[in-house]
């Protein structure tokens, strides 16, 4: 490399500019073409290059932007926000209705995406994880039907899935006109307590008699916000008795760490976590209340729409086909070292996986895993296929038509999107970090 | 102990048959289904699972109504031969398949459709399999030019303009590289290719185009649809995706702390959002971003956003090439005296590559099974097409049929990518195992 060093052979090559101070190390001039040929400075000729050119494009495009906008005669700014919505949402977390603001609607459809990324995230790592697991099972029949899942999956578009959920439920399902009469078609499943309609799902909802009311937050602005005390209660209740419970479990480690004998515990944990809960449902009077039929349609109970069941279920179908793989890799990559070194040690096989192959699995297998979830929050973004109002369909979809501000919205949007993802992986990362090999 | 023995066997017993409940089917599946109670309920489950989806499907399928041209003509052949409950009604997909497959393209044109698939598959074919003669890299070569051609249709002279830019660029870059060295011939070639397409090529094709009026009729984008959209989408995102991969991954294990921030910014801001806003982005927003004389038309610009999206999600499959690579190979290729770009051309890139492989497929098949979405912003990509079908009156109420066709289009293509990762992975294997 051509550094900075000047010997004697460098200066006989330079001839006669350097010929009188050969003793002297002479001082190294500044040429232009060093920026491009000399390392030390090549680097920083690069980046500024592409620094300028990064700055030109955003120039150039905020330019454009700019006049094309006026020669359109738009106008930037989030003023929209304040404006009635117009629109009706179908399924919702949060009371609104179509005299409610723009930002509402997307506040509404924010909650939504969440909604169902959450509970598509769950019931497709319980499904992956059984399906990745099966499909390493010794029984020849289940191995390939998991198999043909994973790649019947695999290999369709979700969107597909999607589509096709829905029209399963719209289509095959009963009409909730179908459970009327004395000779109905169709009938309430789980002790009368569920009706699986093509409309959707009317599960039973949790009331209490003397419940302990919401907390109103952000007053009467468009952001309001109602979290029911009695929710709170209930997880404040419940994440105490699994505190006590892991405290119960630390001293019986340390009484088989001392004497050898092991404590019985269980009846212990299960009544600190379940005791407080059920006084606690009683004091505030907990009851279920039950869709119940009333003229052509249900009444009563928690209401999951055709769209979201569709969506929840092609979703976590879907995405379950990829955990399942990550599962499946991850548990092959522990060393068939360590289940032989458990079956010395005596193990039965299920303490085997449990023990010593699952947690050494999980840490293969939670990077992907981060990613899958990631999949799955910004795949419900598909939700303007069958209807379903989330983010896309409410800022992105219906607002950005009835407003015409397609840049604000579109771009907010993804913001949105954006941050959502970005706090998602911070916070898997950081469980991550928390169960990885700790190594030296 | 007396010494005296009294019996020693001479000769060995005849091996006895293993008794009959350990060989054949029987013992197979003892050993393989019905080994414990768990394992059998298992497969009680699954033999019911498999007997429930077939007795239901294969009566649906079998049905005599591959002639039939509507919904209610189905319905009466269906009646007429004397079979009840739900079937499958395939008059739809015989007068259908060709409209999933091409879409509105003008049916004088399909020929134009097939020819540039088949050209696609020879100039693949080297790159893919190394069986397949060197000579075809020519066409592999040519290709891109071709193909958008053969397509979009026009007169030849602006696709040649494009060709010949490249073309300059290579020869001011080879003859140049004696008189002021290699970097700044590279820029030399670069600026005048540039120089080719943006002030010589339009004036010059256009006269020689309105002298020589060789072409083919022009089609419009928005008779694009089918499968042959998918595919024209999905392709151009695949080929395009990898060598911007390849640069991004680069860009973000760079040294140069400017470069590298805005690799992973855009990396990372692609892959947190989902592409659907992207497509809107395509379809509202870039004509916006865009100067009114840089129209393009709404496939280039959803190619472009494709090939973007996708292109971030490479970056960080071959970036995990890239940091599994042992740092030995890269100290090796330093002691060799090897320059950056050679030591990535020659050492690092084919293991990283080689490494990143099952990934790299993965990403294709995601990319050719998103170009689906499209439909969302009114393109007619086969899932667009079956609600345009659906919303001909013949059609109205036809669902599992389409779906199901679509379904296995989508599955040949992303299965058959699959496998041929496993076979590339097989073949490059090098280690011992």
């Known amino acids: 490399m051509s550094t900075g060093q000047t010997g004697p052979n460098t200066v006989i090559e330079d001839g006669d500019v350097y010929m009188t101070t050969l003793t002297d190390p002479p001082r190294e001039s500044f040429r232009l073409s060093m920026l491009i040929y000399d390392t030390r400075y090549r680097s920083i000729t690069i980046q500024v290059i592409a620094l300028l050119a990064f700055l030109a494009m955003c120039v150039w495009l905020i330019t454009n932007t700019l006049t094309n906008l006026e020669s359109r005669d738009l106008e930037l700014g989030l003023a929209f926000f304040s404006e009635p919505a117009g629109y009706d949402i179908n399924q919702r977390l949060i009371e609104y209705d179509s005299q409610d603001t723009h930002l ?16 598509g995230c769950i019931t497709a790592t319980v499904l992956g994880v059984v399906i990745g697991v099966l499909r390493l099972s010794k029984n020849w029949l289940v191995a390939r039907l998991m198999t043909v899942y994973v790649e019947m999956f695999r290999n369709v578009p979700v969107l597909l899935w999607i589509v096709f959920a829905l029209a399963i439920i719209s289509e095959t399902l009963p009409q909730p006109r179908d459970f009327r009469g004395e000779d109905a078609i169709a009938s309430m499943n789980l002790f009368d307590s569920i009706a699986i309609t093509a409309r959707g799902f009317y599960i039973p ?195 950005q038509n009835q407003t015409g501000k397609a840049l604000e919205t579109v771009l907010l949007g993804m913001m949105i999107y954006l941050m959502v993802s970005l706090s998602i992986s911070a916070a898997m990362n950081w469980y991550n970090e928390s169960v990885k090999l700790k190594e030296r | 102990m007396s010494d005296k023995i009294s019996f020693v066997r001479t000769e060995m017993l005849e091996q006895k048959a293993p008794p009959a409940s350990t060989t054949g089917f029987v013992g197979w599946a003892r050993a393989n289904l019905f080994n414990g109670i768990g394992n059998s309920v298992l497969t009680l489950l699954s033999i019911y699972c498999v007997y429930y989806v077939l007795s239901g499907l294969i009566p649906w399928l079998v049905s005599p109504t591959w002639k039939a041209e509507s919904l209610t003509q189905c319905r009466e052949m269906i009646a007429a031969a004397g079979k009840h409950g739900h079937l499958a009604c395939w008059g739809v997909v015989r007068e259908r398949f060709i409209q999933l497959l091409f879409g509105f393209y003008p049916p004088e044109g399909y020929w134009r459709v097939i020819l540039a698939l088949v050209i696609v598959g020879a100039g693949l074919a080297p790159v893919l399999f190394d069986k397949a003669p060197r000579k075809l890299l020519i066409v592999t070569a040519l290709f891109p030019f ?21 073309v300059v660029g290579y020869f001011v870059l080879k003859y140049a590289a004696d008189a002021l060295g290699d970097l700044l011939a590279l820029i030399a070639g670069v600026v005048s290719a540039f120089v080719w397409w943006i002030f010589l090529s339009g004036p010059i094709m256009g006269a020689i185009g309105s002298v020589l009026p060789i072409g083919l009729e022009f089609v419009e984008s928005r008779s694009f649809g089918g499968l042959m959209l998918a595919l024209t989408i999905g392709l151009t995102a695949i080929l395009g995706s990898l060598p911007l991969g390849i640069v991004l991954a680069l860009g973000r294990q760079s040294d140069l702390l400017i470069v590298k921030a805005l690799c992973v910014g855009f990396i990372e801001f692609i892959r947190g959002v989902p592409l659907i806003t992207l497509l809107f982005v395509a379809s509202t927003l870039l004509n916006i971003f865009l100067p009114p004389s840089m129209e393009f038309d709404i496939i280039v610009r959803v190619i472009i956003m494709v090939t973007l999206f996708s292109a971030a999600y490479m ?38 590559l080689k490494i990143s492989i099952p990934g790299i497929v993965s990403t294709f098949i995601g990319v050719f099974k998103d170009t689906t979405l499209v439909s969302v912003i009114g393109l007619l990509d086969p899932l667009g097409l079956s609600n345009a079908i659906r919303a001909d009156q013949a059609w109205n109420g036809i669902v599992w049929e389409l779906y199901g066709l679509i379904g296995v289009l989508f599955f040949v293509f992303c299965f058959s990518m699959s496998r041929y990762s496993m076979y590339l992975e097989r073949k490059l294997q090098t280690g011992h195992k």
Do not use: C
Not at chain 1, 290 to 309: D, Q, V
Not at chain 1, 328 to 346: P, T
Not at chain 2, 152 to 157: E, F, P, V
């Open chain 1, 104 to 119: 509402r609607a997307a506040f509404v459809g924010i909650l939504n995406t969440l909604l169902v990324a959450f509970l």
């Open chain 2, 146 to 166: 071709i193909v958008p051609f053969l397509l979009w249709g026009g007169l030849i002279w602006p696709y040649v303009g494009v060709l010949l830019g490249f």
């Open chain 1, 205 to 399: 909802e949790a009331l209490f008699t003397r419940s302990l009311g919401d907390i109103h937050l952000f007053g009467d602005s468009s952001m309001r916000f109602d979290i029911s005390l009695d929710l709170l209660a209930f997880l404040a209740v419940l994440f105490a008795g699994l505190f006590t419970s892991k405290l119960i479990k630390k001293r019986a480690d340390a009484i088989q760490e001392a004497t050898g004998a092991r404590p019985t515990t269980w009846w212990q944990r299960i009544l600190v976590v379940a005791g407080p809960v059920l006084i606690l449902l009683f004091a505030l009077g907990f009851y279920l209340g039950m869709p119940e039929l009333k003229g052509f349609n249900f009444s009563g109970g928690t209401f999951m729409r055709n769209s979201l069941i569709a969506l929840w279920l092609a979703l976590s179908l879907y995405t379950a086909a990829f955990i399942a793989e990550n599962v499946r890799a991850g548990i092959l990559a522990v060393s068939k070292g360590q289940s032989e070194a458990a079956a010395a040690l005596g193990l039965s096989s299920g303490r085997t996986m449990s023990l010593v192959v699952l947690p050494q699995a999980l840490r293969i297998i939670i990077p992907p895993l981060i990613s899958q979830y990631l999949n799955i929050t910004k795949n419900s973004s598909l939700a303007i296929a069958v209807g379903y109002m989330d983010l896309t369909g409410t800022l992105m979809g219906i607002t």
């Open chain 2, 315 to 352: 970056a960080e499959v071959v970036r995990g090439g890239l940091a599994a690579l042992p740092k030995g190979q890269y100290e090796a290729a330093d002691a060799l005296g090897l320059d950056y770009w050679k030591a990535q051309r020659l050492i690092i890139m084919p293991q990283a």
